[in-house]
């Protein structure tokens, strides 16, 4: 079974994962990491094992690889603690790319991964290279195709972005292109 936590059409932007900066500031390609990380909620009865994520790339590194975990937040906010068996890396060449947004990623955990009713989680990407961009959608912004625009959010989630892996800045419009499967 498939938990679709965004909408099948994201909007025109891509989001860096590792976005470069200069020499001076901490974070980015070769500093720490600045990962991104959308927040949903498991609102089903007795909660699920998940088993799986797909996530939706524009654009990929050839040489280096990118991370996805689930990790708990706290307080609306992502914490430092890594769900049990929920990271999960995967070589360039097991990352799918598209124009449009339609292409899956799937990272397939090695055990199935328990997300407990009524709590609320986060997907966790990222990758020490500056390469790789993901789908989002945007409050406002306009669909892949030009002809609607995004009037609405998919999810009660929240993307979050991040300059050193351990402080958030919520993004209240915008939301991870994502689907958790069980």
Known sequence: TTRRTTSRVASRSVVNINPPRDDNDRGGGGGDPDPLA?????????GIFAT???AFFATKSSTIPVRA???????????????????????PSSVNTST?????????FDSPVFLQEGLEYC?????????YTTYISKLGGTTLDGNR????????????KSSNYRTWTPEQTEDLKFSLKK
């Open 38 to 46: 959308q927040s949903f909620m498991v609102d089903e009865e007795g």
């Open 149 to 160: 625009t995004v009037s609405t959010q998919p999810t009660g989630g929240v993307l979050f």
């Open 69 to 91: 975990e689930i990790r708990t937040m706290v307080n609306g906010y992502p914490s430092q603690e890594l769900l049990p068996f929920s990271q999960k890396y995967l070589n």
């Open 100 to 108: 449009d947004g339609a292409t899956a990623t799937t990272f397939t």
């Open 123 to 131: 997907l966790i990407l990222y990758s020490d290279s500056t390469d």
């Open 52 to 54: 799986s994520v797909d």
